[in-house]
């Protein structure tokens, strides 16, 4: 049962881990050598990151992003999490929460990008899946 305590709780540790993207963002792109604020740059400091934590990433351009109107974006793939290799099964709120490190980082990388999780292992996917895209603009 997910009650609205826990609930709450989800949202706080995503909350938090943006914050912590958002906050060493910066410092690790600079580490990293990630220029720009490109979809493609988000990609080279998310697969530097994934590098550092010893997984397998890899992007392509979105094959299907002309279709959407999202010239520009990216897929990344993901295909191990070391992290929390032996842990399973995991509760969702530990993907929001470690999810929520890399959308904090694009906040400051480019606010106008938007990560949109596609496959999750957590979910029993074989690979994450995220797609970078600019973020469309809100009509209501």
């Given at each position: 049962?997910f009650t609205?305590a826990?609930a709450g709780d989800v ?7 943006q ?15 990630v220029?720009?604020?490109t ?7 998310m697969?530097?990151m994934?590098?550092?934590q010893g997984?397998a ?6 094959p299907?992003?002309g ?7 990216v897929?990344i793939h993901q295909?191990s999490?070391r992290l929390?290799?032996g842990l399973a099964?995991?509760?969702t ?8 490190l890399?959308e ?16 999750r292992m957590?979910l029993g996917?074989d690979r994450?899946?995220w797609r970078?895209r600019?973020?469309?603009v809100?009509?209501?």
């Open positions: 049962i609205a826990a949202h706080l540790g995503r909350s938090a881990a914050l912590i993207g958002m906050q060493y963002h910066a410092q690790l792109a600079e580490l990293l050598a220029k720009g604020d979809p493609e740059a988000f990609a080279q400091f697969a530097g994934a590098a550092g997984d990433l890899s992007w392509e351009p979105d299907n992003a279709q959407h109107g999202d010239e520009g974006a897929l295909h999490w929390m290799r099964p995991l509760h709120a530990v993907f929001e929460a470690w999810n929520g890399w904090g980082a694009l906040m400051v990388h480019n606010r106008f990008l938007v990560l949109e999780p596609l496959a957590d996917d994450f899946t970078v600019r973020r469309k809100q009509t209501f």
